[in-house]
């Protein structure tokens, strides 16, 4: 099943860089224009110069290439001489409770998804894998960490990890007060008992679709390249933070959907599949499994939906399923509608209520279980239905795809 391997990382090197907080960056898919402006400012050394290169077109990705090979050569970056795995915690405040995130970063065997081993729960866009290729094919590492869940309820890999982390190699804040600790571990024992207790398990992509998804095309184009397929080569790999299905940490949060076109008369056309209920508008977030809100213009009118069929399957009466299939599939095209993603109920309440947007639709967490459920089922969920939080950060260790 999962196969994973301990790699050589390359990683920033504290005396040229200096504070680790300068250099680190969110994922490049939630860097917005703005941000990207900041993360530049804040060093010349920001993992973002190589995420998100400056340029146009074949330019970002030549200077992204040109960039990291000269970290390289002038040791702001360095690899480390042993393979190790790499635990990464993440403690952080959440609804008013305290959390510890734990996973480690490992490579994994990259898996066509037919085989089960690897679970995608979630649609892709074709523009996006494009250009994570190009720039995977210009630096020729994994820049960034897939995210993936393993399940393990007795919680055995965690415990061996806390047992066998010493000084950590970065401790830092960023943003939101989120503490960032990043360890290393190079004991072949306690990797091979990692490694044995996610022989027999499958994992499920939570985040990082387009990039493991880019993985799969990397490796099969240098499979063509080179004819090499009998033994196993760094391409066959992909660098990714493991977290435990289990964990406490693991805050899995909706994605909502805004429309700029919602149609005529939707409230009373909704009311053929759906028990339609008007609630204030700081009730909007109560809400069952398979329940979702529209918000309308009218801040007075805000109304809570409660399908009247259950449906077979347990995942089939997920709301954000529902929404896709009920909703949108029947009532407002998707394609036509200009729907935006948010992961803020705020930002939705501002968009629809100012007139930007005709309608908003909040949707209820989902657990981890509900993930397993779908993609077990051989399903896909629509794209954008989960935020995985919080986000890993971009910059704690860098996988090279040459030996």
């Not at 190009?134 to 897939?146: D, E, H, M, P, R």
């Amino acid at each position: 099943m999962a196969e994973i391997e301990p790699f050589r990382g390359i990683r920033y090197n504290e005396e040229a860089v200096g504070d680790f907080s300068k250099v680190i960056a969110p994922p490049y898919d939630v860097i917005s224009p703005r941000q990207r402006e900041e993360l530049y400012a804040r060093s010349p050394f920001n993992a973002v110069r190589i995420e998100l290169p400056e340029g146009e077109g074949k330019e970002r990705y030549e200077n992204a290439k040109e960039i990291y090979s000269k970290w390289l050569r002038d040791g702001v970056l360095i690899r480390d001489d042993e393979p190790s795995i790499y635990p990464y915690y993440q403690d952080f405040e959440f609804e008013g409770e305290r959390y510890t995130r734990k996973g480690f970063i490992a490579n994994v065997k990259v898996e066509d998804f037919d085989k089960r081993i690897v679970l995608p729960h979630e649609q892709t866009f074709r523009k996006h894998k494009e250009d994570r290729l190009a720039l995977t094919i210009a630096c020729n590492s994994n820049l960034s960490q897939i995210f993936c869940v393993y399940p393990n309820a007795s919680g055995e890999i965690e415990e061996d990890i806390d047992e066998s982390i010493g000084k950590p190699l970065v401790d830092v804040t960023f943003e939101e007060g989120i503490r960032n600790t990043l360890w290393k571990i190079s004991d072949p024992r306690i990797i091979r008992r990692v490694k044995n207790l996610l022989e027999d398990k499958s994992i499920l992509i939570a985040d990082g679709h387009h990039r493991y998804e880019t993985s799969i095309n990397f490796r099969n184009l240098r499979r063509k390249e080179t004819g090499e397929n009998s033994r196993p080569m760094p391409w066959d790999y992909v660098m990714t933070y493991l977290s435990r299905g289990e964990g406490q940490g693991l805050i899995i949060n909706p994605t909502h959907r805004i429309a700029r076109s919602a149609g005529v008369n939707l409230i009373d056309n909704l009311r053929e599949d759906f028990e339609v209920e008007r609630v204030a508008l700081e009730h909007s977030l109560d809400l069952g499994a398979d329940q979702i809100s529209v918000v309308t213009k009218d801040p007075e009118r805000t109304f809570r939906l409660t399908p009247k069929a259950t449906r077979e399957k347990d995942y089939e009466n997920l709301a954000v399923i529902i929404l896709h299939s009920q909703v949108f599939g029947k009532l407002v095209e998707e394609d036509k509608a200009g729907v935006r993603y948010s992961k803020f109920p705020e930002e939705v309440f501002e968009n629809v209520h100012n007139g930007e947007f005709e309608a908003g639709f909040l949707l209820p967490k989902l657990k981890s279980e509900d993930i397993f459920k779908v993609v077990l089922d051989g399903t896909k969920m629509p794209h954008k239905t989960t935020y995985f939080y919080p986000k890993i950060l971009s910059g704690l260790v860098f996988s090279p795809l040459w030996r």
